[in-house]
């Protein structure tokens, strides 16, 4: 039995698009296959603390130095996230286009299961992902449109961001389904959110664990 990790982060509730679309997104990977366990962590409610002197502490090596009783309850919070997201095979994340970046809540998530030791490691080569062998689908969402242009591609940090992050965690399937220029009007989002089904089905219905390469819309 395969495991899928649901993951939203949008703020806006049951306004959101990408919360819309990473429960097709989940409802259609099930569709194909059908024996996958689902787990869901909603950011937005269950928000981890921002990185600070006290949730480093999974940085400090086993008996370098005494945990205070805050960094054992945050080194808590870190390993419960970064041993739900190894033990999925599937990962979808719904992540909007927040100021050109992501939520801080994703980012939170983030920094708390980008591990050395656990999802990474630096060798005499440089850096390696411990983190491979997944399949992470994305629910992209944006006002505007940044995909069709040098000046737009240069101004988002949002996928880009997480091909990059996930690419370093040793992750190369990595899938997006995209909905843009959802504020630029009913039509506008209407074929956005056309294109996002038809991504939708080519990226739940396809073989697990394929380069993006070759699922690219």
């Given at each position: 039995?395969?495991?899928?990790?649901?993951?939203?982060?949008s703020i806006l509730g049951g306004n959101s698009v990408s919360r819309q679309l990473t429960a097709q997104i989940v409802a259609s990977w099930r569709a194909a296959h059908p024996a996958t366990e689902v787990s869901y962590l909603d950011?937005?409610?269950?928000?981890?603390?921002?990185l600070s002197a006290e949730s480093l502490g999974f940085r400090v090596a086993p008996g370098a130095a005494e945990l205070t009783d805050m960094q054992k309850r945050e080194n808590a919070i870190s390993e419960a996230l970064v041993s739900q997201f190894?033990?999925?095979?599937?990962?979808?994340?719904?992540?909007?286009l927040y100021n050109f970046s992501?939520?801080?809540?994703?980012?939170?998530?983030?920094d708390r299961v980008a591990q050395v030791g656990r999802t990474f490691k630096y060798t005499e080569k440089g850096p390696m992902g411990l983190a491979g062998g997944k399949t992470v689908i994305v629910a992209s969402t944006r006002g505007g449109v940044y995909s069709t242009s040098d000046a737009g591609n240069a101004m988002e940090h949002q996928e880009s961001f997480l091909k990059t992050v996930f690419g370093f965690l040793g992750v190369t399937d990595v899938r997006f389904v995209r909905a843009e220029g959802l504020a630029m009007g009913e039509a506008a989002k209407a074929a956005a959110l056309a294109a996002a089904q038809a991504d939708t089905v080519a990226h739940t219905?396809?073989?697990?664990?394929?380069?993006?390469?070759?699922?690219?819309?």
């Open positions: 039995m395969s495991k899928l990790l649901h993951i939203d982060s950011l937005a409610v269950d928000t981890p603390s921002h190894l033990a999925a095979d599937v990962v979808v994340i719904g992540a909007p992501i939520p801080t809540q994703l980012k939170a998530w983030i219905q396809s073989a697990a664990n394929q380069p993006e390469a070759a699922l690219a819309a």
